[in-house]
């Protein structure tokens, strides 16, 4: 009798946990705290901006349509950006540490 493997299995839980709690202990983790934190933010922002342009939709002009796109665009981009610029300093400190 053979047992599948799925990848939501309890091992993978448990280690999903374990992950979580080491992101705010002093043990290191695999996650970045801050990049979770950012994450969990940005999908806030996002339900909240999709759930106004759904609501609102139909009272909408053009400007207000073009602005709300504006704000996400700009949301998104800082995001980004923001995610670029740490992965550059990361790479920075790990080459000096080589050296």
Do not use: C
Request: net charge positive; proline share 2%.
């Amino acid at each position: 009798m053979s047992s599948k493997k799925y990848f939501f299995g309890w091992g993978n839980i448990k280690k999903g946990i374990t992950e979580i709690i080491r992101i705010y202990s002093d043990r290191p983790s695999f996650f970045s705290k801050k990049r979770i934190e950012s994450g969990i933010a940005f999908i806030i922002a996002q339900w909240g901006m999709v759930f106004y342009l759904l609501k609102k939709y139909p009272d909408l002009s053009m400007t207000d349509i073009i602005m709300w796109a504006t704000i996400e665009f700009g949301v998104s981009g800082y995001i980004l950006h923001q995610i670029q610029k740490e992965k550059k300093v990361e790479n920075f400190t790990e080459e000096n540490q080589d050296n």
